[in-house]
């Protein structure tokens, strides 16, 4: 009997859980996980990147602890939005782990969180086929958001995500971010290569495709992720969130 | 406050155990809880007593047991018990207070203590979260246990 993964699964219960993941690291997963969550409504993000925490530095919540109540972790309250993180729990401490570990840490940590009447659970998960997508695919039956850049040794690393996924019975979503720069007059640049190897990848695995602008500006939003409302965040409210609810 | 998320913990895991084995009436349920926790015994088990109405638990006694881990540095190989690392415990409650991050989540234990003979945090804990260890039921009149 285990306590904390029965905790966890009822609070998922009825609620739509999307996993935003990639098994490449430094391709936005964290960016898109949160523009995604800001657009839905009734949503909450819970970090499952237990090493790193990004989600704190994008939202400005470094140093922040959660209030704990009856109800549990009380989630940090962006508007409409609640995060949970560990970095709620441990402060600005590095968190090392050994694998097991921070599978619990993971499932203590959505078995705790109060979810309340939350109509979507978006996970950010860390880079990679580890214990955190075992520990999610014990707790709910997660809708997958891949991500990716257009770069060739991107799409080639991420495909052993989707070939899971396909060996899982999943049809994830294929987001590419960083797809293109718009520079105007209807030019596009594409820094980081074409859209094909991304296409291909998608056609193999009958996924649909999101492309995803590079904004310069969102980096003078990093500490407050929840007040930018440009192009990215634009895509994913058109293109992402219909696919979600 | 985090007693009261510990006590839905052990009452939904119990309830769907008797539900599925057809048990109408738990007497009794067995939880280990690792020390290091220290969760408040009172609180938890207000907590339950609270929650566990209209349910096979109604009329359950909650008995906890608080379990000493026996910790090993798989960097040196050393085993090491709970008071040998007394000192970074203490620190740690001094830091952050009521709640604490082992107090929420005890298999943080590698994040925040270190072996002290290496200063590795490579260490692995016996008991690192909350388990059910017992549950007595009322069955034709006898009482059974469940391991």
Known sequence: MEPLRQLAKEKLRGKKAIAVMSAKGGVGKSLVSA?????????????????????????????????VTKKGIEPFKLGELGVVSLG???????????????????????????????????????????????????????FPVVVTTPSAVSVKVVEYVMRYLNERGKRPLLVVNMAYMDCGDGKVARPFGDLKNAEDLAKRYNAPVVELPIDPSLESYIGKIHEYDGVVKGKVKKELVPYLT | MHE?????????????????????????????????????????KEAFD?????????????????????????????????????????SLKGEFGEEYPLHLMPALAPSFLKCPKCGSHDIVAETQDITIDGIEVEESGTAQTVG
């Open chain 1, 35 to 67: 523009l995604l969550a800001l657009s839905l409504r009734g949503a909450v993000l819970v970090d499952l990147d237990v090493h790193t925490m990004a989600t704190t530095k994008l939202f400005g919540l470094e140093g922040k602890l959660h209030e």
């Open chain 2, 50 to 90: 609270t929650m566990k109405s209209d349910s096979p638990l109604g009329k359950a006694e909650l008995e906890v047991v608080f379990k000493d881990p026996t910790f090993k540095c798989r960097n040196c190989g050393l085993t090491f018990s709970l008071k040998d690392v007394r000192d970074q415990l203490e």
């Open chain 1, 88 to 142: 709620g729990i441990v402060k600005d401490k590095y968190v090392v782990l050994p694998g097991g570990n921070a599978g619990e840490v993971m499932e203590s940590l959505v078995a705790y969180a109060n979810l309340g009447d939350a109509n979507y659970v978006v996970f950010d998960l860390p880079p990679g086929l580890g214990d955190e997508v075992l520990t999610l695919e014990r707790l709910t039956d997660f």
């Open chain 2, 4 to 44: 009261w998320s510990v006590a839905e913990a052990v009452i939904r895991t119990v309830v769907n155990w008797a539900n599925e084995n057809h048990v109408t009436q738990v007497k009794k349920v067995k939880v280990g809880i690792p020390s290091f926790s220290f969760l408040d015994v009172e609180i938890l």
